[in-house]
């Protein structure tokens, strides 16, 4: 009889290297897009829009397109929410100056301090998240399994209501605390004046 366990870790390893190696390969693609924002994101509209023409022509996998577009909503979603929730923020404020009313302390607030907006869900794990989603969306497109029938007026009107819904709800957010997204979108350029 011949032992066959000496071949299977020679296996796993060399199974190992090479997910190991489309790791590396997967990164180095990653970190070589993120200063092209354009061409990332003509990229995933591309790929909706192939993904929009598939449903459309196809007449089916409704559910996915209603799945894709609460998931593309949650992101964009996260991608407007500061990362540190300006109530969550305030309690937190007062509840460090109750307990340390110590001398030699700083300020805890100061209302005229610059606080950069920083996202919940930067712009490039946004992107990369719904590249992914898009493609997820469009290879679960051409299997019949996931092809459930439903009745979509019903599932868009649904969408559109949950839209108007949380927008209106974030808007009213970013009233009350004060912060525009898109204010300091890209980097600061200054003009040169001779």
């Known amino acids: 009889m011949m032992d066959d366990s000496a071949g299977a870790p020679a296996l796993s390893s060399r199974a190992a290297g090479l997910f190991g190696n489309f790791q590396v390969h997967y990164q180095t693609l990653l970190d070589k897009s993120t200063p092209h924002a354009g061409a990332r994101w003509g990229l995933t509209s591309g790929l909706l829009v192939l993904f929009l023409l598939r449903i459309v022509f196809a007449q089916g996998w409704f559910i996915i397109c209603y799945a894709l577009g609460i998931y593309m909503l949650n992101l964009f979603l996260a991608f407007l929410t500061p990362k540190i929730d300006p109530e969550m923020a305030e309690e937190l404020d007062e509840a460090e100056a109750a307990s340390e009313s110590g001398p030699g302390l700083l300020p805890v607030r100061n209302d005229d301090e610059f606080r950069p907006f920083i996202r919940r869900l930067p712009e490039f794990k946004f992107w990369l998240n719904l590249t992914k989603a898009a493609l997820l969306s469009l290879v679960c497109s051409f299997f019949s399994v996931f ?26 957010h970013m009233v009350k605390h004060r912060y525009v997204p898109f204010a300091n979108f890209g980097k600061q350029r200054y003009n040169r004046t001779k």
Do not use: G, K, N, S
Request: aromatic share 26%.
């Open 147 to 172: 092809d459930i029938p439903v009745y979509w007026p019903i599932l868009l009107f649904y969408w559109i209501f949950l839209f108007i819904i949380t927008m209106r709800r974030q808007i009213e």
